[in-house]
């Protein structure tokens, strides 16, 4: 019995390894990435996967989730963020949802799932008065282009302060989320939240 298990997990880490190949591969017969982390690694090394300092640094950023760019929207992302943009910030991405993700799960809870093709966030790093308004400002300039693709909702993870606009739920999941925070935190301990009392109009 040993011996099989021990087998087994031998065979693990090469099962992966064709496993990324299979998912990878078409992306990277496309063009040369220009970065290509995908690596074997420890459970506890997974935390490096973003490869965001070690330590707290300041950051200012945003967020939305969007519809399909296509060929206009992602021409004026480029622009914005893009080679040779005069950008304060340190990163600005989209990341592709759908599959899994945009599927409702009816024993799913509040939030079951995300139902835009795309998601944007982008970040940079204050460190005086005049660096934390020009941030401000290009993170609102890159919003604005980007409006005729907003879905007006967002995902609450990415989320990084109670002034940036939020919209995760629909009205009947807030209300139902406010019923449920009045009956087990009725003083309003955790009222300070980002989704302040779930709801979108404060």
Do not use: C
């Amino acid at each position: 019995m040993r011996g099989r298990r021990h087998r087994r997990r031998r065979g693990r880490p090469a099962a992966a390894r064709e496993h990324a190949a299979d998912l990878l591969g078409p992306l990277r017969a496309i063009a040369e990435p220009v970065m290509d982390t995908w690596h074997e690694t420890t459970p506890s090394a997974v935390l490096a996967t973003h490869m965001d300092p070690e330590e707290p640094v300041p950051a200012m950023g945003d967020h939305l989730l969007l519809s399909d760019l296509g060929a206009e929207g992602a021409a004026e992302f480029l622009r914005l963020v893009g080679e040779g943009a005069e950008s304060p910030l340190v990163l600005a991405g989209l990341r592709q949802l759908g599959g899994a993700l945009a599927v409702p799960d009816p024993a799913g809870g509040a939030l079951s799932h995300v139902d835009a093709p795309l998601l944007y966030s982008a970040a940079g790093i204050p460190m005086d008065p005049e660096s934390t308004a020009a941030i401000a400002a290009y993170l609102a300039k890159v919003r604005a282009a980007l409006a005729p693709w907003d879905t007006g909702r967002t995902a609450p993870t990415f989320v990084e302060s109670p002034h940036q606009p939020q919209r995760h739920l629909d009205d009947d999941r807030i209300a139902a989320v406010d019923a449920v925070r009045a009956r087990v935190d009725p003083d309003g301990l955790f009222a300070g939240d980002i989704a302040t009392n779930a709801t979108f109009a404060r």
